[in-house]
């Protein structure tokens, strides 16, 4: 056992090597819904990337992604100036299905080297009717004429229809889009009521849908007639990718009141006053939207946001102290695509712990777009004192009337941390709330003193412990020692495979394991790469040791006849159990001279 020294010394040197990797993190919520869009991101602290594979999604629409941004920042510390960088991978996705939804790992090459992400499950819930879920609404509506038509009239497609007006037909990734239903109906046709008879399937497009509100009525003349017109529904959408998105056909249930004509006062009375209703379904022809890519290249920290925006950054903890929870809020104030905006990364020294940033909106919809403000928080925490300039986050959007990306800067900030008295389990204490909103953690502070202290001293004693090793007590002649003595074992692991698949009855992989065994044995006997046994080696192996002549070629016939066996079950020579014995013998037998 002398051999699990050494190599339980050398993984244990490797440990800072294997701690200080480059790592993909994933950031995702854990729960969402049906109706709702989520953002999964992957992020690498390099900018040297390339050859980013995406995982295989399943139970989801892709809306947009993969998304890549690039973040630099550039820090002084007590004078000294640093820099890192980061690249993020963005993707916007809505689940189908509610249930476990698991999202295997993605991979990225970071400078020549294969990484992956850990594989996340998110748990989906039905539609909730918030998010961008659209509701059916249904709203009354009064009888606009005295004039009604008879009962039992048709109503034509002229008489009553819907129409869609959008704000825009050719527009820009992400860009707002504003989708108005309206209702036309004809001077002598009483409209009662009208609702969707279904939730409306934008694909490739998210959306939101405006509160159902009572029909403003305006006369309006189409085709050379007279039409009553009013509003029945509103969307507002964001187009996800470049190319033609068709808008489907919605389809509307109106209902039409008709007068019944030659009734009694009486009858009348009990007949809702003499009208009958008609319900006919109309939908409005589907259109098609132009959608434009944005402009490449696009700039490394650019945040998805299309619209016109300002923002503002405050440190809300002006008086920073170590392991003291501190707080920076950015505003991002404007009109666009404000909810899909990504919070722009906020580059800290690893001297910082840093949370994830929590977000708050507050919008309303108009034609434009969202428009009001989209809040971030970011909370950190400061594990050692001194005096810190770093940058603030930038944001970067695209605006469509100027048809280029706009970059705002905020000053820089000057962190000055002072001694704290709150030890670190009372802050992740008071942090629990979120922490369990992040998705990826961390047993040891990157970057302090203590880090590189200890791993550097576990490495140095890791490569001492080898050197000596290797010298003083033959590293390499130990372990094919080990490697020798162990030979026995697995093959005799083997053969007790081979008789449970002989107990079911599974002949081609019982003669396949015994075959193995031998071929296993033979290889880690003599420390020969198993690829180059075959029987013509294992005679060459066999023939200088002390084992009988006439055990050499009983052990090569046993190989033989395995190797027949796999292929012609029934043209054995001996029975499956005989050539059972006949293998633990030979194993038995050679190995007590191969061991002396």
Known sequence: MRVLRPLFFFIYGLLPLIILAQRLEVEAPSRASTDDYFTLRYTVSSSAVGDFTSPAFK??????????????????????????????????????????????????????????????????????????????????????TPQMQSAGTPISKSDVFVKL????????????????????????????????????????????????????????????????????????????????????????????????NGLSALEAFFNGGGMSAVTVQRQPESLTLQVDALPEPKPTAFSGGVGKFTVKGELLTPNLRTNEVATYRLTVSGV??????????????????????????????????????????????PRNVGRYTVDAPTFVFFDPMTERYETLRLDKLTLAVAKGSDTRPTVITDLQPLAQGRRTTSWLQWGSVTFWALHLLILGIGVAVIIYLRRRWGLDTDLVSFVQRRANAQAKRRLRKAEAHLSKGELPAFYAEIAQALHS?????????????????????????????????????????????????????????????????????????LSK
């Open 59 to 144: 139970g989801v629409t892709l809306l947009s992604g993969p998304n890549v941004s690039t973040s630099s920042s550039y820090t002084s510390i007590n004078g000294k100036a640093s820099s890192s960088e980061s690249t993020t991978f963005t993707f916007l996705l809505q689940p189908t299905t509610k249930g476990r939804l698991t999202i295997p790992p993605a991979s990225v090459v970071v400078n020549g080297k294969k990484i992956s992400s850990r594989a996340i499950t998110i748990e989906v819930t039905d539609r909730g009717g918030k998010g961008n879920g659209q509701s059916a609404p249904s709203q009354s509506v009064h009888p606009q």
């Open 165 to 260: 007006v959008p704000s825009r037909t050719k527009v820009l990734e992400q860009e707002a889009v504003f989708l108005s239903y309206k209702i036309c109906v004809r001077p002598n046709v009483a409209l009662d009521n009208v609702g969707l008879s279904q939730k409306p399937e934008f694909r490739n497009l998210v959306s939101h849908n405006l509160p159902t509100k009572p029909i403003a009525w305006e006369r309006e003349r189409i085709g050379g007639k007279d039409y009553q017109v009013g509003t029945i529904a509103e969307f507002l959408v964001f187009p996800q990718k470049k190319g033609q998105i068709v808008i489907p056909p919605i389809v509307f249930n109106c209902v039409v009141l008709q007068q019944e």
């Open 336 to 381: 666009g695509n404000l909810k899909l905006i990504s919070a722009p990364a906020f580059n800290l020294p690893k001297d910082f712990e840093l949370f994830e940033p929590k977000s708050e909106e507050k919008t309303t919809i108009t034609a434009n777009g969202e428009e009001g403000t989209m809040t971030f928080e970011y909370q950190f925490i």
């Open 521 to 593: 044995y033979v290889a880690d006997k003599f420390h020969v790469p198993p690829a180059e046994i075959t029987k013509e080696r294992i005679a060459e192996l066999l023939a200088p040791t002390a084992i009988p002549a006439g055990e050499q070629a009983d052990f090569i016939h046993l190989v033989e006849d395995c190797e027949f066996a796999q292929f012609a079950p029934s043209a054995q020579l001996q029975s499956p159990q005989e050539m059972l014995q006949r293998a633990e013998q030979l194993i038995v037998s050679i190995n007590k001279v």
